[in-house]
């Protein structure tokens, strides 16, 4: 479409109706700059699964109130305290892995963020996290695809795939209502660090608590956006360094050698390069809006594609190259590199899961070798919302022995400054 018609289009999507493309950058930041008075989210938005009171449905002064309240357990501080709880996860599933073989890692990488989120969310382990462990997985996938379905008047039951996810929801929510019970009643609530306890003591600027309803679909949203979305990109680190052996060494050294930044940039292009949400979405709610060109009446969807502007080669130079140094001490802009969002509704857990990135990588490039490989790229595969390696992103891998790990000397001796190492001719 960008090809034929340019960098904004309009299209026929059925949940939406008729919707603006745009990925010009001067647009795209004007539509993350917009006020919540003219465009906010979507009126058909994830809230149709996650609940009334998910973030993705609230608008206007409610989402602010909503979103203000929830910004605490994902900044600075707080999340150095979850980073061991992302060590132990990867640790324990990496300790899963056959050697030698091929297999798709996201099952893994599904495995090791789910934990991760529920351990952050609640706290300690116990019977109800076991339940939501095997229940969330299931309830997620078939959310993600009804997400874009309409949804029926009556409730079939298990006839009905809308059926079977109310019968999960119920089953999820009285599990939730268990935990929210057995939290009030912990005297030592205010020591804990989970993200329950701490919705459980937060207050709106009236100081009134959340309700137990806002609660549980705030906690589904967080455990379902947090989960595959990160998962996806992992797999896709790994589908990605496999086809880059140069760059995938000099992580590895990095990595070795107690260093980060070639690490943090080559998330940062494994995230421009396959981003696992193709568009944000956004309605027109004023009476008519200027985007650059065009002016839209109220009532119409504006869809920010992040592939088209991550695609975009005035900004990215051979855009298609999956090169990490174009961000080696770079910050990306962020009206240009997009893969969470942006404005008022940025996404709110980015730093956790740039957390969580990191440190999964980190333990995988150190516990085992990633076997390079010169198979061709996997295809992008729709799981309803994220979009993943159509093969699972594939891997084989070796157990590292003790003549691959580094000395303890020179993990010792710090980070080094890694060079520009990219193989042009590995790159695709
Ligand atoms: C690589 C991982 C992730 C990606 C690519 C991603 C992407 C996104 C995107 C594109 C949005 C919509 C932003 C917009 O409309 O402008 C979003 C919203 C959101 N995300 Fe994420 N996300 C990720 C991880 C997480 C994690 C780990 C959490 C929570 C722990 C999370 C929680 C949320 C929430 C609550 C929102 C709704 C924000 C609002 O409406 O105010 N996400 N995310």
């Not at 973030?55 to 989402?63: I, K, R």
């Not at 300690?124 to 996290?129: H, I």
């Not at 093969?391 to 003549?403: H, L, P, S, Y």
């Amino acid at each position: 479409m960008r090809d034929r018609y340019g960098d904004a289009f309009t299209v026929n999507v059925p949940i939406f109706g008729r919707a603006v493309v745009v990925s010009d950058p001067a647009e795209v930041r004007q539509m993350f700059m917009t006020s919540r008075d003219v465009a906010d989210n979507l009126d058909r938005n994830l809230g149709r699964v996650l609940g009334p009171g998910s973030l993705f449905a609230l608008a206007g002064e409610e989402h602010h109130r909503q979103r203000r309240l929830l910004i605490p357990p994902f900044h600075g501080r707080r999340l150095a305290a979850y980073e061991k709880i992302v060590e132990e996860e990867t640790v324990r599933e990496l300790a899963s892995w056959p050697q030698g073989r091929a297999f798709p890692t996201l099952p893994s990488m599904m495995r090791i963020t789910l934990n991760i989120i529920l351990r952050a969310v609640f706290g300690s382990e116990g019977a109800e996290l076991a339940a939501l462990r095997e229940l969330l997985p299931r309830a997620i996938k078939l959310g993600s695809r009804l997400a874009v379905l309409p949804i029926p008047k009556v409730d079939l039951g298990w006839w009905s795939p809308w059926g079977r996810f109310w019968a999960m929801r119920r089953e999820y929510d009285a599990i939730v209502a268990r935990l929210i019970s057995k939290a009030q009643r912990d005297t030592s609530l205010d020591e804990r660090d989970d993200i329950l306890a701490l919705m459980l003591q937060s207050r709106y600027d009236d100081g009134s608590a959340m309700s137990r309803a806002e609660i549980a679909d705030q906690l589904l949203t967080l455990l379902a956006a947090g989960h595959e979305t990160t998962a996806t990109t992992l797999a896709w680190a790994v589908e990605r360094l496999r086809r880059h052996p140069t760059v995938l060494r000099a992580l590895v050294e990095e990595a070795d050698s107690g260093g980060s930044a070639l690490r943090e940039a080559t998330i940062l292009e494994v995230q421009r390069t396959r981003p696992v949400i193709d568009l944000v979405g956004r309605q027109v709610k004023a009476d008519s809006l200027q985007v650059g060109r065009w002016t839209l009446p109220k009532g119409y969807a504006v869809l920010v594609s992040i592939a088209l502007i991550h695609d975009n080669e005035s900004l990215f130079p051979n855009a298609r190259t999956f090169d990490p140094h174009r961000f080696l001490g770079a910050r990306p802009d962020l009206y240009q590199w997009i893969p969470f969002g942006g404005g008022t509704r940025r996404c709110l857990g980015a730093a956790f899961a740039n957390m969580e990135m990191h440190v999964v990588l980190r333990t995988m490039l150190r516990e085992v070798t990633l076997v390079p490989t010169d198979e061709p790229g996997e295809r992008w595969h729709s799981r309803g919302v994220a979009n993943a390696p159509a093969k699972g992103g594939r891997a084989i891998v070796r157990r590292r022995t003790a003549d691959t790990l580094p000395s303890v000397a020179a993990r010792a001796a710090g980070p080094a400054t890694p060079g520009r190492t990219t193989d042009a001719s590995t790159i695709s």
